[in-house]
């Protein structure tokens, strides 16, 4: 049962008399989701154009929009074959807080980012509303029967040169080292 069914059903209930039911149903409550989200797509070298193996797709749960999780929650749900081929259904579940005007609005509206990654490439970050990707056009994106279906068609993983590679590294030890002398007087 979804979510919006779980309120109403509470709400009727509640209407009806029904003493073990709270008030409390009318005004919001917490309820389990759960849903699938299925992948696919090809990973790509940027330069050459070769299938990339090994590539990691993590699942990043960022909350709802207004509700952000805190701290986000991530999950690696799978990788690029030898072809670069990445074919995933991945299994989630999350939790909502629900009001009676999140029923007659649609409810809350999910947000999650999924993050292609490999060594010595540049990850790629997808941004998802719901079943729209923010972050780029190329992405076909369905919902259906409660199922989110990404096609990511093909990602490019652009190589690290050595250079960026060292440029990063140092970014971090000097934010680290400063980060102390920022905080303490």
Same mark, same amino acid.
């Given at each position: 049962?979804?979510?919006?069914?779980?309120?109403?059903?509470?709400?009727?209930?509640?209407?009806?008399?029904?003493?073990?039911?709270?008030?409390?149903?009318?005004?919001?409550?917490?309820?389990?989701?759960?849903?699938?989200?299925?992948?696919?797509?090809?990973?790509?070298?940027?330069?050459?154009?070769?299938?990339?193996?090994?590539?990691?797709?993590?699942?990043?749960?960022?909350?709802?929009?207004?509700?952000?999780?805190?701290?986000?929650?991530?999950?690696?749900?799978?990788?690029?074959?030898?072809?670069?081929?990445?074919?995933?259904?991945?299994?989630?579940?999350?939790?909502?807080?629900?009001?009676?005007?999140?029923?007659?609005?649609?409810?809350?509206?999910?947000?999650?980012?999924?993050?292609?990654?490999?060594?010595?490439?540049?990850?790629?970050?997808?941004?998802?509303?719901?079943?729209?990707?923010? %972050?780029?056009?190329?992405?076909?994106?369905?919902?259906?029967?409660?199922?989110?279906?990404?096609?990511?068609?093909?990602?490019?993983?652009?190589?690290?040169?050595?250079?960026? %590679?060292?440029?990063?590294?140092?970014?971090?030890?000097?934010?680290?080292?400063?980060?102390?002398?920022?905080?303490?007087?």
């Amino acid at each position: 049962m979804n979510a919006r069914g779980v309120l109403v059903f509470c709400v009727v209930l509640t209407l009806c008399g029904c003493p073990n039911v709270p008030v409390a149903g009318l005004i919001g409550m917490d309820v389990y989701l759960a849903g699938t989200l299925v992948v696919t797509g090809e990973v790509v070298d940027g330069t050459s154009g070769e299938p990339v193996e090994g590539a990691i797709v993590t699942y990043v749960d960022t909350g709802f929009v207004g509700q952000p999780a805190v701290p986000p929650v991530e999950e690696q749900i799978g990788g690029s074959n030898s072809r670069g081929r990445i074919s995933i259904r991945h299994y989630y579940g999350f939790g909502a807080y629900i009001t009676f005007e999140d029923i007659l609005t649609g409810g809350p509206v999910k947000t999650f980012d999924l993050v292609v990654s490999k060594e010595g490439y540049e990850s790629q970050e997808f941004h998802f509303v719901g079943s729209t990707c923010t %972050s780029t056009e190329s992405v076909n994106v369905r919902g259906l029967y409660g199922a989110i279906y990404i096609d990511f068609n093909t990602i490019r993983l652009e190589p690290v040169s050595e250079i960026s %590679s060292l440029l990063e590294t140092g970014r971090k030890a000097v934010a680290q080292s400063l980060l102390p002398q920022m905080v303490l007087p």
